[in-house]
């Protein structure tokens, strides 16, 4: 079966390297192409296109490398490359300034990195694909993550971005539903048009008919002259109406008419205007709930979601967190707004917080210890008392040696006192293990009945399918033959 992971090509001769490599880039959805081949690297690409990038390995000579890295930029002289080297190591051979080289990855390599390494190939590729550097700096950038959710929310944006389907975008606030609107307009035919936000529950209900479709100069009092509204603004582009769950049902009613007519009037005008906008709304209402209370029109709602979106809370994505964690500490630093690093114990505290403001409660926390102690390492002691809990305080101490050696999910128990090593660890493969060892912990304890074991992890049913899936485990549960 095709895939559709973008394909990362691996230059290295060192067997044992290049089947980590593969390894690492499998497990964060990324399609590994290895040649260990460096004198003879394009006849294995032969059959391969749309490469994302490539990581240049070990080779015999430095005369060697020189002559590979020439010949890659040959064949695309935008296509992104990163040395391969190991930590502390300097390297000898001189580099052409000409070659794409956006840096270089330790090894032995962690998900970490190399996420945030192809995060930064795909910028660089989209802003060099055509020659104009018109992506915004943060787009996608709220989306970085390699959960199932996120993985699920890149998909759905790239099905529907380039349609004209109106789009509804549901979850809680914080969880970033503008960024998800901005790649939709983005990615879609309408990108060189404006993209317009309007938020709805901001604008006061008897100024929201002028905001939206414009008025005519002495249309009400203090109306001294014509104005457009978002509507005509937006022509040819998008219009973002954030929490549409707030909006009156007055509006709702005259939102409607456009929506089925394509025409509006400005406010004190009987003249139509053409309305050629594409509408992604958004809220974090249950809106299915408000018209049973009569609060949203239900017509409306089936003209909104045509396609919804739903953005999982924080709190659901966990393994997501380190990766934002360094994405948002990139932010400040690229804003010269100074820098902050985290120590694996103070990640691991933020992974067990339940997070109600969601990715914008997380930004605000990375800026604000960015404040406290700038370009210091910040501890579980210097986190806010929120996250000071005795479970964190037990386990920021405490990680076992043997979790950097072990390949196979360990099984865990709840008293445990493992230690961190000096050397550190990945996280998110630590926090996977942990995972994995109790929900098979749980399926034992509950002879294989999934609903008796999600009841003894204290969650649903579904979400304990669907990390039996993400995590290949084998499941059975009498009631359903799943």
């Given at each position: 079966?095709a895939?559709?992971?973008?394909?990362?090509?691996?230059?290295?001769?060192?067997?044992?390297r290049?089947?980590?490599?593969?390894?690492?880039?499998?497990?964060?959805?990324?399609?590994?192409?290895?040649?260990?081949?460096?004198a003879?690297?394009k006849?294995?690409?032969?059959?391969?296109?749309?490469?994302?990038?490539?990581?240049?390995?070990?080779?015999?000579t430095?005369k060697?490398?020189?002559?590979?890295?020439?010949?890659v930029?040959?064949?695309d002289?935008?296509?992104?490359?990163?040395?391969?080297?190991?930590?502390?190591?300097e390297?000898?051979?001189?580099?052409?300034?000409?070659?794409?080289?956006?840096?270089r990855?330790?090894?032995p390599?962690?998900?970490?990195?190399?996420?945030?390494?192809l995060?930064?190939?795909?910028?660089?590729?989209?802003?060099?694909?055509?020659?104009?550097?018109?992506r915004?700096?943060?787009?996608?950038?709220?989306?970085?993550?390699?959960s199932?959710?996120?993985?699920?929310v890149?998909?759905?944006?790239?099905?529907?971005a380039?349609?004209?389907?109106n789009?509804?975008?549901?979850?809680?606030?914080?969880?970033?539903?503008?960024?998800?609107?901005?790649?939709?307009?983005?990615?879609?035919n309408?990108r060189?048009?404006?993209?317009?936000?309007?938020?709805?529950?901001?604008?006061p209900s008897?100024?929201?008919?002028?905001?939206?479709?414009?008025?005519?100069?002495?249309?009400?009092?203090?109306a001294?002259?014509?104005?457009?509204?978002?509507?005509e603004?937006?022509e040819?582009?998008?219009?973002?109406l954030?929490?549409?769950?707030d909006?009156?049902?007055?509006?709702?009613?005259?939102l409607?008419?456009?929506?089925?007519?394509?025409?509006?009037?400005?406010?004190?005008?009987n003249?139509?205007?053409?309305?050629?906008?594409?509408?992604?709304?958004?809220?974090?209402?249950n809106l299915?709930?408000?018209?049973?209370?009569?609060?949203f029109?239900?017509d409306?709602?089936?003209?909104?979601?045509?396609?919804?979106?739903?953005?999982?809370?924080?709190?659901?994505?966990?393994?997501d967190?380190?990766?934002?964690?360094?994405?948002?500490i990139?932010?400040i630093?690229?804003?010269?707004?100074g820098?902050?690093?985290?120590?694996q114990?103070?990640?691991?505290?933020l992974?067990?917080?339940?997070w109600?403001?969601?990715?914008r409660e997380?930004?605000n926390?990375?800026?604000?210890?960015?404040?406290?102690?700038p370009?210091?390492?910040v501890?579980?002691?210097?986190l806010?008392?929120k996250f000071?809990?005795?479970?964190?305080?037990?386990?920021?101490?405490?990680?076992g040696?043997?979790?950097?050696?072990?390949?196979?999910?360990?099984?865990?128990?709840?008293?445990?006192?493992?230690?961190?090593?000096?050397?550190?660890?990945?996280?998110?493969e630590?926090?996977?293990?942990?995972?994995?060892?109790?929900?098979?912990?749980?399926?034992?304890?509950a002879?294989g009945v999934?609903?008796?074991?999600?009841k003894?992890?204290?969650?649903r049913?579904?979400?304990?399918v669907?990390?039996?899936?993400?995590?290949?485990?084998?499941?059975?549960?009498?009631?359903?033959?799943v």
């Amino acid at each position: 079966m095709a895939t559709s992971e973008p394909k990362v090509l691996i230059i290295e001769a060192d067997a044992e390297r290049g089947r980590e490599l593969e390894s690492v880039l499998r497990f964060i959805n990324y399609e590994p192409v290895l040649t260990q081949d460096c004198a003879h690297w394009k006849a294995g690409i032969e059959d391969v296109d749309d490469i994302l990038a490539v990581l240049v390995g070990t080779c015999t000579t430095d005369k060697a490398l020189q002559k590979q890295l020439k010949e890659v930029h040959d064949l695309d002289e935008h296509l992104p490359i990163f040395l391969l080297s190991e930590k502390n190591k300097e390297l000898t051979v001189a580099i052409e300034p000409a070659s794409c080289i956006l840096g270089r990855v330790e090894l032995p390599a962690h998900y970490t990195q190399l996420t945030s390494a192809l995060h930064q190939a795909e910028v660089y590729r989209e802003t060099q694909s055509d020659g104009r550097h018109q992506r915004p700096v943060d787009l996608f950038r709220s989306l970085v993550g390699t959960s199932r959710a996120v993985q699920l929310v890149r998909k759905m944006i790239q099905q529907v971005a380039n349609s004209e389907a109106n789009v509804l975008i549901l979850g809680e606030s914080g969880t970033g539903k503008e960024v998800v609107a901005r790649n939709l307009h983005y990615y879609s035919n309408r990108r060189d048009k404006a993209f317009v936000p309007v938020n709805c529950g901001a604008i006061p209900s008897d100024l929201l008919e002028s905001e939206l479709f414009g008025h005519e100069k002495g249309a009400f009092t203090g109306a001294i002259s014509a104005r457009q509204g978002r509507f005509e603004l937006a022509e040819q582009g998008t219009l973002f109406l954030d929490e549409i769950g707030d909006m009156s049902l007055n509006m709702q009613v005259k939102l409607l008419r456009v929506l089925q007519e394509r025409t509006f009037e400005r406010v004190g005008s009987n003249k139509s205007i053409q309305a050629d906008v594409r509408i992604i709304a958004a809220t974090h209402r249950n809106l299915e709930e408000a018209i049973t209370l009569g609060k949203f029109r239900e017509d409306l709602f089936y003209r909104l979601n045509v396609f919804p979106i739903e953005m999982p809370p924080l709190c659901e994505r966990v393994e997501d967190i380190p990766l934002l964690v360094n994405e948002l500490i990139r932010r400040i630093e690229h804003e010269k707004r100074g820098s902050v690093r985290l120590t694996q114990a103070a990640i691991l505290a933020l992974c067990q917080y339940n997070w109600p403001g969601n990715v914008r409660e997380l930004a605000n926390l990375i800026e604000r210890v960015a404040i406290l102690y700038p370009f210091g390492v910040v501890d579980v002691g210097d986190l806010p008392d929120k996250f000071q809990t005795d479970t964190v305080v037990a386990q920021s101490t405490h990680f076992g040696d043997e979790l950097l050696n072990s390949a196979q999910p360990m099984q865990y128990q709840l008293d445990a006192e493992p230690r961190l090593p000096r050397d550190g660890l990945d996280l998110k493969e630590h926090l996977s293990n942990l995972e994995v060892g109790f929900i098979k912990q749980a399926l034992d304890d509950a002879n294989g009945v999934v609903a008796q074991a999600a009841k003894r992890l204290g969650m649903r049913r579904t979400t304990l399918v669907e990390k039996l899936r993400k995590y290949g485990l084998h499941r059975s549960d009498p009631a359903t033959g799943v």
